[in-house]
């Protein structure tokens, strides 16, 4: 039998479980303890998932030398300080985006993983969707060309603005943390992490009255790119695959081709490519390439893809990988701090109606 990784999950909310169901699926990993404030959550993921024990505070659980890593699914202000405990404690690190609150608190996280020796993972499922991961082999390959222009959409509907999301404090923004969060680091990703020149964000709550932006679009200028990323949390358009109010959508133009990417349709994934070489034609000179399927979840809390283009299992399973056999995560602390370090920059853009240029000024860790 190979090694097991024990695994603590902190916060048992709503993505926790796409989290905890994708570990659960996973045989090189045990499921050792469930942690939430919240008694009854905590006990009902012991009971759902399977988990040896439970606990309300996460350093009731950290001198446990059988948990080897924690995955933080907290709210966003409490990312940095149990991170940072969990990592003091000689355990890796898998933590939901964004990173933290504030560069400082992302500079602590990074530091802390460097003292322990330990891996600090930022989670973006993006990164192992499968239509998404092709998106980037297609680019790599360089089928579409350069990349010039990168233009997204995430959007959904909040019926309510009571949750923590809209209060600053504890969600430190609204929608530039929430949805722009994950096609910034998408396009960093796709792009092989270029330096950013500039970026320019234009926000506020258009549609509600919350405390937070419910509305806002960023552009992200490198030296060959302009991103145009664009989301609301008060959106009415329902999705194809449930018809819950959640709309996805990438447009991806190089000097060869163009590739979209809708993970609620099929196919999710449309190429462009003036170099051809692949086959399903959809007419047009547009293809669909053949995606890797990946395990559908039981329980599909996130209605944001089709079932069998789920994320879940691929990313549990790297970071698992990773911390059992000391490899490099796909998105680490350093990457982490980028992404949010673009969102910063939008929010300083909007506040001062001006493009912010980057690196902040505020200049913390980098690699
Ligand atoms: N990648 C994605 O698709 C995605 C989707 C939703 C949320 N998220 C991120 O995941 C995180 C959680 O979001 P959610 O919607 O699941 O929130 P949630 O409110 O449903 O769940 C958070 C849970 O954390 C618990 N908690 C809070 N502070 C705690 C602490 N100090 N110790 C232990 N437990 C604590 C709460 O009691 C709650 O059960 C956020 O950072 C959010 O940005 C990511």
Redesign the pocket.
């Known amino acids: 039998m190979g090694r097991h990784l024990g695994v603590a999950v ?9 989290h905890t169901a994708a570990l659960a699926r996973i045989p090189d990993v045990r499921l050792i303890a469930a ?4 008694e009854a ?2 006990r009902d993921f012991v009971s759902r998932y399977g988990f040896e024990t439970h606990a ?3 350093r009731a659980v950290l001198s446990r030398p059988d948990i080897e890593a924690v995955v ?8 940095a ?2 991170s940072i405990q969990a990592l003091d404690a000689g355990k890796h690190v898998l ?4 990173m933290a609150l504030t560069l400082d608190e992302a500079d602590q996280m990074i530091a802390a993983a460097n003292r322990a020796g330990k891996k600090l993972m930022v ?3 993006e990164f192992f969707h499968p239509a998404f991961k092709r998106a980037k082999e297609i680019v790599d390959q360089g089928l579409i060309g350069d990349v010039f222009l990168f233009k997204a959409i995430m959007a959904w509907y909040m019926p309510r603005m009571t ?3 809209f209060d600053p404090k504890i ?1 430190g923004g609204g929608i530039l ?2 949805g722009h ?2 096609h910034v680091a998408f396009f960093q990703w796709l792009l092989g992490d270029p330096p950013v020149e500039s970026v320019y964000s234009e926000f506020g709550a258009m549609n509600s009255d919350a405390r937070v932006e419910d509305t806002g679009v960023t552009i992200i200028r490198t030296a060959r790119a302009i991103a145009d990323i664009s989301g609301s949390n008060r959106l009415l358009e329902p999705n194809a695959q449930s018809g819950r109010y959640f709309k996805e959508a990438l447009e991806i133009f190089g000097s060869k081709g163009t590739i979209r990417i809708n993970p609620t349709e099929r196919p999710s994934l449309k190429v462009f490519s003036e170099a051809g070489e692949m086959v399903e034609s959809l007419g047009g000179g547009w293809i669909a390439p053949r995606l890797e399927p990946s395990p559908p979840l039981e329980r599909a809390y ?1 209605n ?1 893809f089709n079932p069998d283009e789920n994320p879940w299992v691929d990313e549990h399973r790297h970071f698992a990988d990773c911390c059992l056999n000391d490899k490099p995560v796909v998105s680490d602390g350093y990457f982490g701090r980028k992404v949010l370090e673009i969102l910063m920059a939008g929010y300083q853009s909007g506040r001062e109606k001006r493009a912010i240029r980057l690196p902040l000024v505020a200049a913390g860790a980098t690699r």
């Open positions: 902190v916060g048992c909310g709503g993505i926790s479980n796409c942690v939430d404030i919240d959550r905590a309300t505070d996460l933080v699914t907290t709210a966003n202000d409490t990312h300080p149990l933590v939901q985006k964004p989670s973006f499922f949750a923590w999301r969600s943390m929430d969060v994950h996130s944001h």
